[in-house]
């Protein structure tokens, strides 16, 4: 048996832990409130593609792509990226794949994840999530766009850490 001693610091302990638990939580949704998305745009161009010519479902493909940024009505080498994507469903006019992308950017890497789909001679735009970082992007988490036009790649991406 616990004497009356001990149980009446467990019974204080617990109280106070009890007391400051909303005063915690609303700290904690306070600060949430106040976090500053980041919003970088970015164009890649594409260095190396081994997409296959003619891809069925299953088939897998890298790209690597020099990315680029405009500060100061000036276009400017913001770093480079990879993306790996796989084929998950597969029509002779239609493609769609899921990808995983790596942005190395100065301040740190980004990785992204998308669900796109591909019809021929169209331009493709589709959401992509932010899943996490390193560096600067640590914390980082956000969604943004990913839009695909011939061999370059616009992201407009908000970050949020």
Request: charged content about 25%.
């Amino acid at each position: 048996m616990i004497n009356s001693a001990v149980r009446g610091v467990v019974i204080s302990a617990f109280t106070t832990a009890l007391a400051l638990f909303p005063a915690m939580a609303a700290h904690a949704e306070g600060k949430d409130k106040d976090n500053d998305i980041e919003k970088v745009t970015l164009t890649g161009v594409n260095v190396l593609d081994t997409m296959p010519d003619y891809v069925e479902a299953g088939d897998s493909w890298v790209t690597h792509l020099k990315l680029y940024s405009v500060k100061k009505k000036q276009l400017r080498y913001a770093g480079d990226a990879e993306s790996e994507c796989s084929a998950v469903k597969a029509s002779a006019d239609e493609l769609t794949a899921q990808c995983t992308r790596v942005l190395r950017l100065k301040k740190g890497k980004l990785t992204l994840s998308d669900m796109i789909t591909y019809r021929p001679d169209e331009p493709v735009t589709a959401k992509t999530g932010i899943i996490g970082g390193t560096g600067h992007y640590r914390s980082a988490y956000g969604d943004g766009y990913i839009t695909l036009e011939g061999n370059r790649v616009h992201l407009t991406l908000n970050i949020d850490e």
